[in-house]
């Protein structure tokens, strides 16, 4: 089953601390995923920043607009607890909680920013329908939108330029990575035109411990597995174990699978992995703006 929003977890997470005492956030998030089944896999899905699982991050804003709500008080450092409102709203028996029916609740509205006394605010139906992913899912969620949009125009610049563009490019994103040494050494190793794509060898290191072949394809067509041979093939006529294939396209079924069972290393890079690699590494794109998501440092505050 997908993990529940961040709404649906509000009743239960206020329903684990009904008998008054405090309990550890540790073990809100064990009853929660007992309660809701949830499997090892699930509960170690990611946000798409791949820094804090999904499951922690929906519970802990469930948790915190509760607390914003006064239903809940975390009394101590990782421990929280029902008040006599979350009691009061527990013995109606509710059949759920969302951020509507914490509305209702002053402190709430204050924390949301609504406006007490513009009650025709809340009747309009597009107010009311709350958004279910909580806000660090929408920021991520908008930082991938903006992500993928920049991928495509980036390959969009990428097969209208030349091909002898593209080689400056390929061994800008390759020094830029960390290989071949210095742009100069690069270079003179890479550069062989040919193809409408670039052939050649260049450095795995600085230091020049070994070499890596490297073919790249400015191409619209898949690639297959006839191409990735003849480029096996060519590793030990230049002394080479490794290579790296780059397109703008995409490569077969049959070439992945060719390149899991050869002894050489031959890694593929095809036009999503070619231009988030440009984009982390600031190969054709520049900072445009930078938002900073603080928390509270709780180190700070104990006495």
Known sequence: ???PDYQTFMLPLLLTLKDGKEHSIQEI???IASSFN???????????????????NRVGWAKTYLKKAGLLITPSRGKVQITERGVSVLSHNPDHINQNFLKQFPEFLEFKEFRTDNQ????????????????????????????SKLAHELLSQVMNSSPEFFERLVIDLLVAMGYG?????????V?????????????????GLDTVCIQAKRWQNTVGRPEIQAFVGSLAGNRARK???ITTSQFSR??????????????????????????????GVSEESRYIVKRIDLDYFEE
């Not at 896999?41 to 804090?52: A, D, F, I, R, T």
């Not at 050869?262 to 190969?283: F, G, S």
């Open 181 to 189: 040494g210095s742009r100069s050494e690069a270079g003179e190793r």
């Open 1 to 3: 089953m997908a993990i």
């Open 191 to 207: 550069g062989r035109s040919g193809d409408d794509g670039i052939d050649g060898i260049i450095k795995e290191d600085k230091l």
């Open 38 to 56: 949830l499997t090892e896999e699930e509960l170690n899905q990611k946000l798409p920043s791949g820094v804090q699982s999904t499951f922690h």
């Open 254 to 283: 049959e070439a992945w699978e060719y390149v899991q069972r050869i002894e050489q290393k031959v890694v593929l890079i095809d036009k999503e992995a070619l231009t988030e690699y440009m984009i982390d590494h600031n190969v």
């Open 243 to 245: 290579g790296v294939f």
């Open 29 to 31: 998030y064990s009853q």
């Open 120 to 147: 025709s605010h809340f009747d309009d139906d597009s107010d009311m329908r709350e958004n279910d992913q909580t806000p660090q899912e929408t920021l991520e969620k908008s930082y991938q939108d903006i992500q």
